[in-house]
Nanobody, 127 residues
Framework: QVQLVESGGGLVQSGGSLTLSCEGAGFALDSFAIGWFRQDLGKEREREGVAYISASGAVTYVTASVKGRFAVSRDYAANSVLLRMNNLKPEDTGIYYC??????????????????WGQGTQVTVSS
């Protein structure tokens, strides 16, 4: 069974750190570009792109609001992609999803709609 599994979410105080993991089960994750998306809790909003890493790992991108605080990387041995989040702020709170796409070239939700999605992991940052 092919699926993405996110982990690493939790409750943290403002200024704290978390590392989210997106693990590929049943397929090689390094054949896919990976995007991380955040959805605000309790709101009917589209998921917002947070970070992107290309299949090769050569291209990475994080959205402006997290630049300098978040970093995305691949852990090839674990068949996973990590999102390291430092200096967390209350506005970073939400459900974080990872998605895999063979064709996505950036952190555009539309380019990941036909890809694989994980179940999400919740991040809560208290002030």
């Amino acid at each position: 069974q092919v699926q993405l599994v996110e982990s690493g979410g939790g409750l943290v105080q403002s200024g704290g750190s978390l590392t989210l993991s997106c693990e590929g089960a049943g397929f090689a994750l390094d054949s896919f570009a990976i995007g991380w998306f955040r959805q605000d809790l309790g709101k009917e909003r589209e998921r917002e792109g947070v970070a992107y890493i290309s299949a090769s790992g050569a291209v990475t991108y994080v959205t402006a609001s997290v630049k300098g605080r978040f970093a995305v990387s691949r852990d090839y041995a674990a068949n996973s992609v990590l999102l390291r989040m430092n200096n967390l702020k209350p506005e970073d709170t939400g459900i974080y999803y990872c998605a895999a796409s063979e064709s996505a070239t950036g952190i555009n939700l539309d380019s990941f709609r036909d890809g694989f999605w994980g179940q999400g992991t919740q991040v809560t940052v208290s002030s």
